[in-house]
């Protein structure tokens, strides 16, 4: 069994960071993308960050040139790095991977559980 694991959210004020770390137990035969989505109150969740297999990254516009996707392949573990954040930040983030655990295996998504980042003053 896979599970992903996130740890960093917190309650900071507008301008502060924070970093969020995703590590995945488990082995992967193949990694297609790693991710972070955030769900805010009454809203959809969206894609903030991901980072793909050859190492590309896409970002949401309203992250841009503030958040950084990183990951360690050797220990299948995936990086938020949130800089200048706002009260509009505000929302459960949760780690996700798309891969395969083995040759014959569909790749399908595996989600973390969340962590509640709140930026409030």
């Known amino acids: 069994q896979v599970q992903l694991v996130e740890s960093g959210g917190g309650l900071v004020q507008p301008g502060e960071s924070l970093r969020l770390s995703c590590a995945a137990s488990?082995?992967?035969?193949?990694?297609?993308?790693m991710g972070w989505y955030r769900q805010a109150p009454g809203k959809q969740r969206e894609l903030v960050a991901g980072?793909?297999?050859?190492?590309?990254?896409n970002y949401a516009d309203s992250v841009k040139g503030r958040f950084t996707i990183s990951r360690d392949n050797a220990k299948n573990t995936v990086y938020l790095q949130m800089n200048s954040l706002k009260p509009e930040d505000t929302a459960v983030y949760y780690c996700?991977?798309?891969?395969?655990?083995?040759?014959?295996?569909?790749?399908?998504?595996?989600w973390g559980q969340g962590t509640q980042v709140t930026v409030s003053s």
């Open positions: 996700n991977i798309e891969g395969s655990r083995g040759l014959l295996d569909q790749p399908r998504s595996y």
């Open positions: 488990g082995r992967f035969f193949s990694i297609n993308m």
């Open positions: 980072i793909f297999s050859g190492g590309q990254t």
